[in-house]
């Protein structure tokens, strides 16, 4: 059957449609009875035709199908997810504004977008080499990585350990602790428990920094909330926690955001990569910029240098920068977030909140009876009940594959017709793309701002990425490479690079370009 047909019969509904089905029927039966019932029966059959036709109106009446009602009413919900190309360049341009703020002596201090100093001055060059140990913290699962880097060439066996979520919410001490008992069981575990061992420390939160190794939480993001760290250096902590257990011998050489650490080892296998993003739980991107534009550092290191500052972009928006493009959905997400008002660019495009940006319309969507019955009412008003991984699944199928969609949703118990399904594919797509486009303006902001250091040259950079988001969402990679590439301008084009355990293996190379 031809698929404008097939739409055509779902648009006409189950009472009308049934109706139609039986007069069809009625309608072969027709000839053959005629043929050997003769007239009475036939005029008797017209006139139950008439009457189903003359009933089939009424019932149209009462029960309007609403499907291109529906269908239109789930559109005008999501066209404010679809950014058009002049507003990603305003958004854009006002990242531009808060990037040079951040930086600059006096604006800094108001700025929302902190624009971190890293005091990662060099990118690798192939000359680092050594053993060490690199401790990634920054989401549900913490890893422990064991490096080794020689002659270009990076081995490492690592394990993740999970962050019980009593441990995000809970005391400092115990979030140290339970980090320093994973690194020892880690140590031990890989027999280099009486060696003294450097460490890379990936800590992926905002950090004010004074040194390679010493790095003061400004403020806590994501699910994490852990008392008295805020305000507080995470090196002397969790250096604090080591001591107190005695049984391993670490030294912490470097801290590091994930953003730096992904540019880091990007930058080993990639030298023209000079951007770092993570798109994953949380997003966040950092680049090399010139010193001397870091009017806000005391003493520069090194006028003619570099140095990759962790932008922190997250907080983009916090200032009431992006409001034009914030819904009702993204303002309720905040409102029950654990930190309100805050990181409002990030809960915009980061893994953490896709899915619930997609729970929260569904739900309003299905209180209006647009999609579902309202059997499904009780699971999404479930927190979290649409994971992320769920939007990714379902964009993975083409909407006309329904039943795809359909067994996505019978796994989360929410039972669809395909009209549900379309809608759901519809939803999860604006979602994810306005996403991909979001961080597509924040990496065309980091590539102008470059490209503004050497204007009279060619910029063709490489952005390295990690994070579940790039990695796993089926269409977010393709669509920030292209939108990227739309909204540089002329004389502009970035690559996009998948950086493997970049965050970890970062942490060891910045500690290897330390110790160089
Ligand atoms: C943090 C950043 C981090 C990003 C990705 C954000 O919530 O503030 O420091 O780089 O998540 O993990």
Request: hydrophobic share 40%; with cysteine.
């Amino acid at each position: 059957m031809n698929t404008s047909i097939r739409n055509e019969l779902f648009r006409s509904g189950p009472k009308v449609g049934e109706n139609r089905t039986k007069n069809a029927l009625l309608l072969t039966a027709t000839s053959t009875t005629e043929a050997q019932e003769g007239d009475n029966n036939a005029k008797a059959l017209k006139r139950t035709l008439s009457a189903q036709r003359e009933s089939e109106y009424t019932n149209a009446k009462e029960f309007p199908r609403n499907d291109m009602s529906e269908f239109r009413r789930a559109c005008e919900k999501v066209k404010q997810f679809m950014l058009g190309d002049n507003e990603l360049k305003t958004i854009r341009d006002r990242l531009l504004e808060n990037m040079r703020r951040g930086l600059d002596r006096e604006g800094h201090k108001s700025a929302k977008v902190k624009m971190l100093p890293s005091f990662v001055t060099h990118l690798p060059d192939g000359r680092e080499c050594g053993t060490f140990i690199a401790l990634d913290l920054g989401g549900t699962n913490f890893r422990v990585l064991l490096i080794d880097i020689n002659e270009e060439q990076i081995d490492m066996d690592s394990q993740i350990y999970r962050v019980p979520q009593e441990c995000m919410t809970g005391t400092g001490e115990a979030l140290f602790d339970h980090i320093a008992k994973c690194m020892s069981d880690f140590i031990n575990r890989m027999g280099f428990a009486d060696r003294n061992i450097a460490c890379g420390f990936t800590f992926s939160f905002p950090c004010e920094q004074y040194a390679i190794n010493s790095a003061s939480l400004i403020t806590w993001t994501k699910g994490f909330s852990a008392s008295d760290v805020e305000g507080k250096d995470v090196v002397t902590l969790l250096t604090e926690a080591v001591a107190r257990r005695g049984d391993i011998t670490v030294e912490i050489v470097a801290v590091v955001n994930d953003t730096v650490g992904t540019l880091m080892s990007c930058a080993f296998e990639d030298h023209a990569c000079q951007i770092g993003l993570i798109a994953g739980t949380g997003s966040n991107a950092c680049y090399m910029e010139k010193q001397s534009n870091i009017t806000k550092l005391d003493e520069l290191q090194d006028i003619d240098g570099k140095m990759c500052i962790n932008m922190e972009w997250g907080a983009f928006g916090d200032d009431g920068a992006l409001d034009e493009w914030t819904t009702e959905y993204d303002r309720v997400l905040d409102a029950n977030s654990v930190h309100p008002t805050k990181q409002r660019f990030e809960k915009m495009m980061a893994g953490m909140y896709i899915g619930e940006i997609v729970r929260l319309i569904l739900l309003d969507m299905c209180k209006e009876g647009i999609v579902f019955t309202e059997d499904a009412l009780e699971i999404l008003e479930t927190p979290e009940s649409f994971g992320t991984h769920m939007v990714s699944q379902i964009v993975d199928n083409q909407p006309r594959h329904f039943a795809a969609v359909q067994n996505i949703l019978a796994c989360a118990d929410i039972g669809a017709i395909r009209r549900d399904c379309e809608i759901v594919h519809m939803v999860c797509d604006a979602v994810s793309r306005r996403a991909a486009y979001m961080c597509a303006a924040g990496i065309s902001a980091i590539a102008i701002k470059i490209h503004q250091n050497r204007p009279d040259e060619y910029l063709d950079i490489t952005c390295g990425v990690d994070g579940s988001v790039y990695k796993k969402h089926p269409t977010f990679a393709k669509l920030l490479k292209v939108k990227t590439n739309e909204l540089v301008g002329l004389g502009i084009f970035v690559n996009f690079r998948l950086s493997h355990d970049g965050s970890g293996k970062g942490a060891a190379l910045v500690s290897a370009v330390s110790t160089r």
